[in-house]
């Protein structure tokens, strides 16, 4: 198996859209018809969920009108919040056939199926013309990719000139990494985490023009805690967020968002 192949596997396990049905359903809610809320954010693969979204959106300037790409957009959750809470158009990209399919069925069932599609591939050949696109966000999946000049580099075709690239990953502050699992890995072989610094140097390589960085490391911590309490994200088992969470307490791993812009 190759990288890709392994990361796909990874997030493969479990049937999620019987899985995120299930949560409507307990709810009392009509599995055929709902709203992106009645999912609880369980559809949102990252770390704060919704309101983080509604945060990274708002700091890329998303607005009713804006062409997203969202770059491993998992189950859509991600794409159905922005298409419905900020107007805007999305079109996602993810590797795993099992989350392309859930993500199109779960947002033909909440009517938002002309603002948000999605195509399986990688984010690392996009299937886009030059220049189509006024916003990308890379939400909690450069973890799964070593080359992080290739993601940014296929960013940076697909953006209009102006474009703004919009990062909320997991980032190496300092230190090793102790415990595997963590939520995007079972093991170090498909986990590529790394710090802010080698973010930012990508960016400029691709042409890109960094504008800000933020550190949500105490909004992580205490989104950490609410999950284990309860239910988090889909599909994620509790041994991964207890060493995620170990990892942020000890300074080793944290939230980080990082905006770009094309001049
Ligand atoms: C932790 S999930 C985040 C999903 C989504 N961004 C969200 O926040 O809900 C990581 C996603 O990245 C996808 N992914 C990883 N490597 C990828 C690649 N090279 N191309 C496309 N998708 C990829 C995985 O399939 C998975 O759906």
Known sequence: ????????????????????????????????????????????LHIGGAQATTRVATRAGVNAGSHVVDLGSGTGGVARHLAHDFGATVHGVDLTPQFVAAARSLTERTGLSSLATFSQGSILALPFD??????????????????????????????????????????????????????????????????????SDALEQAGFEVDQEVKPLAEGIEFLEKSTA????????????????TAFRSGVLSPVEIYAHLP
């Not at 075709?157 to 980032?171: F, K, S, T």
């Open 130 to 199: 030059e220049s189509v696109f006024d916003v990308a966000l890379l939400v909690h999946v450069g973890m799964n990719i070593q080359n992080k000049d290739q993601v940014f580099a296929e960013a940076a075709r697909v953006l209009r000139p102006g474009g703004i690239m919009a990062v909320y990953d997991i980032m190496l502050m300092g230190g090793d990494i102790e415990q595997y699992p963590l939520p995007w890995a079972q093991t170090p072989d498909t986990s590529f985490v790394q710090p802010p610094l080698a973010y």
């Open 1 to 44: 198996m190759n990288t890709e192949e392994s990361v796909a596997a990874h997030y493969s396990r479990g049937n999620v859209e019987d899985v995120l049905l299930g949560i409507i359903k307990a709810a009392g809610g009509n599995p055929q018809h709902f709203v992106p809320a009645d999912l609880h954010g369980a559809d949102q």
């Open 230 to 245: 309860s239910s988090g994200p889909v599909g994620v088992d509790a041994g991964a967020l207890s060493n995620l969470m």
